[in-house]
């Protein structure tokens, strides 16, 4: 799987915003994935990267 590079920011504005959901990211296989309700299937999602 390609690695992705991300740009550190500490600021994002996004409108049109329906909602928005705290998930916490667990193992899958040799990767990783986050549990959504299924009626955002198909929906485009921004996922945001929080420093803990």
Do not use: H, N, W
């Not at 991300?6 to 990211?25: D, H």
């Amino acid at each position: 799987m390609k690695k992705i590079l991300m740009k550190e920011q500490t600021e994002i504005k996004v409108s049109g915003v329906l909602g928005f959901i705290e998930r916490k990211v667990t193992p899958f296989g040799s990767g990783a994935k986050v549990i959504c309700p299924k009626e955002y299937m198909g929906k485009r999602v921004y996922l945001i990267i929080l420093k803990d």
